[in-house]
């Protein structure tokens, strides 16, 4: 199973040079294993992913966690979406009073974007989910909400060759005090992440600026890295950068937490990174 | 098995409350119960973890006000796990050792995405407060 990063920046993507390091583009990771490939969000870095050979097979998953901006943007720009040849399948959850393919239809139309979801020229198959269990090739998923605004799910995908679980937005704070916890089943998005061999998770700001920040839907490093801890992940990533973190910021800020935080190995995620279990 | 996250929620929310809440699953096991509530009990929530139905509803008596026994399929909360709808009603509860107290019950179903029936709240009104 070979995972690649196109996209590690939250909410918003960023240009500067200051942000060339662990990458500008916003959500999304290739999954790849026996010819079959899943993209997890369309963020800004489906442009990144265009240029992947695998985008080529004749069947795509693009597996949504939830539809803000920052991760369905790049749909509008992902090839195969435009290919007659291809069968893309989208799995996202649904709203309480609107069809996923609603909620998707806002985006793909004026004045967001100028192409209507029935002028997508590929064989497109729409899949709701929320608390849910399929399978895709060799990858049997996993999908459950998470604690987010609106409806919000992160992904547990298990291969032969291991478990990869994505949790790019998740405030699970908001739920539990993670410093406190005796009990690991209130904690928002353990059983996606309960001995996963790889995790990227949202970690969006240092503990100083989620004080802040509470209630806007996403983790704190130190946060993120006491989660990993508790779920007894392998190897933790953390993603979802504020565009207001620079490279020389970022660099500044994991040494620091790498001082203070020894047993759980963690790294920051870097766009255009490939890992494989 | 994690807890679906509107359970986490509703527990964050219940420790925030001055108010005792009570939060069951579908089956009416007391999964979470907050400190106020812990005064109706006569328990801590710390000490007894998780109650099941047959444990934690036998802890007080319920009486109407001539002093009748209620039967279980009349208490709010009971009717909401039968009914999945909010219901209310004002009573009498004795502990075990023989405490009584009038209060006032609100129990509404947590009902999450997709329709699911994923448990209930009950929440106590003390005749004091």
């Known amino acids: 199973m070979n995972i690649t990063l196109w996209g590690v920046r939250g909410s918003i993507p960023t240009t500067s040079p200051n942000t060339r390091q662990y990458g500008g583009n916003t959500s999304c990771v290739e999954v790849d294993a026996d010819g079959w490939l899943l993209v997890l969000d369309a963020g800004s870095g489906v442009q990144g992913l265009n240029s992947s050979a695998n985008v080529k097979n004749s069947r795509i998953d693009i597996l949504l966690t939830h539809l803000h901006m920052d991760h369905i943007q790049g749909l509008g720009f992902f090839g195969p979406l435009f290919n007659p040849a291809a069968e893309v399948h989208i799995w996202g959850p649904a709203g309480n009073s609107q069809s996923l393919r609603g909620r998707l239809g806002r985006y793909f139309s004026p004045p967001l974007f100028p192409v209507y979801f029935r002028n997508l020229t590929c064989k497109l198959i729409l899949h709701e989910i929320g608390k849910s269990n399929f399978n895709v090739g060799p990858f049997a998923i996993q999908s459950d909400y998470v604690i987010h605004p609106g409806p919000t799910v992160g992904f547990r995908i298990q291969h032969k060759r291991g478990v990869f679980t994505y949790i790019p937005d998740h405030e699970f704070a908001l739920g539990c005090n993670i410093n406190d916890v005796k009990d690991i089943r209130w904690v928002s998005g353990s059983e996606l992440a309960a001995g996963a061999d790889l995790l990227v998770h949202d970690a969006q700001y240092t503990s100083e600026e989620y004080q802040a920040k509470q209630g806007w839907g996403h983790s704190s490093m130190e946060d993120a890295i006491q989660f990993a801890r508790l779920n007894e992940v392998n190897q933790l990533l953390l993603s979802h950068h504020d565009p207001a973190h620079s490279d020389e910021q970022l660099r500044a800020i994991q040494n620091k937490l790498k001082e203070k935080h020894t047993t759980v190995a963690f790294d920051m995620a870097v766009e255009g990174s490939r890992i494989e279990l | ?129």
């Open chain 2, 1 to 129: 098995m994690a807890y679906p996250i509107e359970l986490i929620l509703s527990r964050q929310l219940a420790e925030c409350l001055g108010t005792p809440v009570f939060l069951t699953d579908t089956e009416g096991n007391l999964l979470f119960y907050n400190e106020p509530a812990e005064d109706i009990l006569g328990k801590r929530y710390e000490d007894t973890g998780e109650m099941a139905v047959g444990e934690w509803g036998t802890i007080f008596k319920n009486k109407d006000d001539a002093g009748h026994p209620i039967p279980p399929e009349e208490l709010p909360l009971v009717k909401t796990l039968m009914n999945r709808l909010p219901y209310h009603k004002t009573f009498w509860i004795e502990s075990l050792q023989g405490t009584k107290e009038r209060i006032s019950v609100t129990s509404y179903p947590v009902i999450g995405r997709g329709a699911t029936f994923l448990g209930a709240i009950a929440i106590f009104w003390r005749s004091s407060e």
